[in-house]
């Protein structure tokens, strides 16, 4: 059995390849790192093996070091690290759950450090600031799991109001916290913010025309990941497509587009939606591959477009006698970028059932990933986007209707990064 990089042009990716991609690539790879940027190297590598020719785009993301990050709680020491972009400063105050975010809850926050069960994002932070609160906790992880992991967490917007000295700490410390009713809170934190660089690999297969099917995947990871389901297997997806359709004759260009940066507000298909504007114009289609093949879930094909998409796909995946869970609506992944430039797009993924596959953990491993079962998603992929790289014209209207273009303009108000707006 060959590997991918013994691979011909036109030969057919195998579950050893698949093996081989995941085993390579197991390391974490957050956005603007050294490893995200071998990662990119190697995707691109691999790419050329095939016969194309890469192209690697660099952009910018904000960087982050932190130099003191401290969490005590009646004088005890707490594990914990520093919020990315919270402010730096020194505080002590009394220590208050904030269980829901309602107004008559927010009464407890003015001059305490609140321990909150959800992130904090702008709206959120405006409110905890109009409510005099001294600064706040979050917290990650499993009351239930073994690991005592503590995640990254970024603060991903501008704000002209002070922004609150705020840590993120495990889910277990956080539960001890409450039953022993833990009274005073000290925070200190510390931080330089500045920029790195982050990637994107663009790989062209032409066509007859210059109109263009733009497939994307993101092969960032999360702090504590290494990322094998979320999501080395979309970019592995997108390597089975390039063999496709690198052997095959087809009408309109395929684009393969690898996003980096995906993890910390879809940095990278916003990027390329900036730079790429005229071609935007020539793309009839998005397919973003996020989560495939897992080894128990369902495939779930996500319209981001109209109902007679959701009719095209009923019967594309009846004919093919492939099981789905087809929804109606956006999805939290690279998708969203292109909607909001008015690019339609179709989402597919394999989600696992809950407790299978926590993403964003160090659970999130190779042997998640069943070889056998990504091939067969990516074959019933390769179908439909065989259909749009050369349907004339094409099968169905793809306007964007005015329900998704709403639950999209909502989602980038909420997830709007600090670098590369569209």
């Known amino acids: 059995m060959k590997t991918l990089t013994e691979l011909k042009r036109g030969a057919p990716m195998n579950c050893k390849t698949v093996q081989t991609i ?27 093996k095939i016969g194309l020719k890469p192209q690697t785009e660099a952009f910018p993301v904000p960087a982050y070091e932190t130099e003191l990050a401290t969490l005590t709680v009646d004088n005890s020491p707490i594990s914990c690290k520093g919020i990315w972009g919270a402010g730096s400063g020194s505080i002590a105050a009394p220590l208050a759950y904030l269980p829901g975010t309602d107004a008559p809850t927010k009464r407890i926050c003015k001059g305490k450090i609140v321990l909150l069960d959800r992130g904090v994002g702008k709206e959120l932070h405006q409110e905890l600031v109009s409510c005099g609160a ?7 992880g499993n009351l239930n799991y073994t690991d005592q992991d503590v995640d990254q967490r970024e603060m991903r917007f501008r704000t002209e109001k002070p922004l609150l000295p705020a840590v993120n700490i495990n889910a277990k410390d956080a539960f001890s916290l ?11 934190l510390k931080q330089k913010e500045s920029t790195a660089l982050s990637h994107n690999v663009i790989v062209d297969i032409e066509g007859e025309t210059d109109e263009t099917l733009l497939i994307c995947a993101h092969y960032d990871s999360t702090s504590l990941s290494k990322g094998a389901f979320d999501n080395m297997s979309g970019c592995i997806g997108l390597l089975y497509l390039a063999e496709y359709f690198a052997s095959r004759p087809h009408k309109r260009k395929i684009r393969l587009l690898f996003c980096g940066s995906e993890e910390r507000g879809l940095l990278g298909s916003r990027h390329y939606c900036r730079m790429h504007k005229d071609e935007l114009k020539k793309t009839v289609l998005n397919i973003n591959l996020d989560m495939m093949g897992c080894a128990m879930g369902s495939f779930a094909a996500i319209n981001c477009i ?18 789905a869970d087809l929804r109606y609506d956006i999805r939290s992944s690279d998708s969203n970028s292109f909607l909001a430039c008015g ?15 926590p993403i964003h953990t160090r659970y ?35 306007a964007i209707s005015e329900k998704i273009q709403t639950s999209v303009e909502d989602y980038m108000k909420r997830q709007a990064p600090l670098i590369n707006e569209i």
């Not at 001294?134 to 990650?140: D, K, L, P, S, V």
């Not at 409450?178 to 200190?188: D, M, N, R, V, Y």
């Open 134 to 140: 001294a600064g706040f906790i979050t917290y990650n």
């Open 22 to 48: 995941l085993s390579d690539t197991a390391y974490v790879r957050t956005a603007g790192s050294g490893e995200e940027v071998r990662c990119s190297a190697y995707l691109a590598s691999l790419c050329e």
């Open 306 to 323: 109209n109902e007679e998409m959701t009719d095209l796909l009923t019967s594309f995946l009846k004919k093919r006698r492939f099981a």
């Open 364 to 398: 999130d491993t190779a042997e998640t990933v069943s070889p056998k079962r990504l091939l067969g998603d990516m074959k019933i992929v390769a179908a439909f986007a065989e259909l749009f790289a050369n349907a004339h014209p094409l099968p169905i209207s793809l």
């Open 343 to 357: 690019v339609p797009a179709v989402s597919f993924a394999r989600y696992s059932p809950a407790g299978m596959i």
């Open 178 to 188: 409450l039953k022993k009713q833990g009274k005073t809170a000290e925070i200190h």
